[in-house]
């Protein structure tokens, strides 16, 4: 009996971790730290299609933001230095703009404050979700093979510190 029961065990104890570790189909998948980057492509300002995998062999800060987002607003100038520093070296810089009526609201936004670095629209979304985004703003650092080497929630200050080092660290060697 014990010989059954250990057996029984034995046999049902790994179906039933499996079975209650299933994910279910549609969940998202949260972007962490050592995973691919997901792929996508969205239309920039000038209505050209950009995909995250035509950069592959550089390193791409993602960032979704918006133009209501006051911490957004807060850190693009260091990013556009931080752009205008690096573009050269191999940093692409891909903000992600979340809003429903983006193409409108990001254009009025670029005339009062104009930046150099490729704005992209998620209008739908999808993007945004599949990198399970909801605070504003929020940067993914990709390396060159498509690692996410960094997630960052909130305003960053691109041009010191950390975040800095390791941007240089990664273009210059």
């Known amino acids: 009996m014990k010989s059954?029961?250990?057996?029984?065990?034995?046999?049902?104890l790994p179906?039933?971790?499996?079975?209650?570790?299933e994910r279910p189909q549609d969940a998202?998948?949260?972007?962490a730290v050592g995973?691919?980057?997901p792929d996508f492509t969205l239309e920039n300002m000038q209505g050209e299609k950009v995909?995250?995998?035509?950069?592959?062999?550089?390193v791409v800060i993602v960032n979704f933001w918006a133009t209501w987002c006051p911490p957004c607003r807060t850190e693009m100038p260091s990013m556009e230095v931080l752009h205008e520093t690096f573009k050269d070296d191999g940093l692409i810089l891909l903000a992600i703009n979340v809003e429903q009526s983006g193409a409108k609201v990001v254009a009025e936004f670029l005339k009062e404050s104009p930046y150099s670095f490729p704005i992209l629209l998620d209008e739908q979304n999808q993007t945004q979700n599949s990198y399970t985004v909801f605070q504003y703003p929020t940067s993914f650092i990709v390396d060159r093979n498509g690692i996410v080497v960094k997630k960052l929630v909130g305003a960053v200050h691109w041009m010191g510190g950390d975040i800095y080092n390791l941007l240089h660290f990664m273009l210059k060697g």
Not at 15 to 21: K, N
Not at 28 to 31: C, K
């Open 51 to 58: 995909s995250l995998s035509q950069f592959r062999g550089k």
């Open 28 to 31: 998202p998948r949260v972007v």
């Open 15 to 21: 179906v039933l971790t499996f079975a209650g570790s």
């Open 35 to 37: 995973s691919v980057a």
């Open 4 to 12: 059954l029961l250990l057996l029984l065990l034995f046999v049902c």
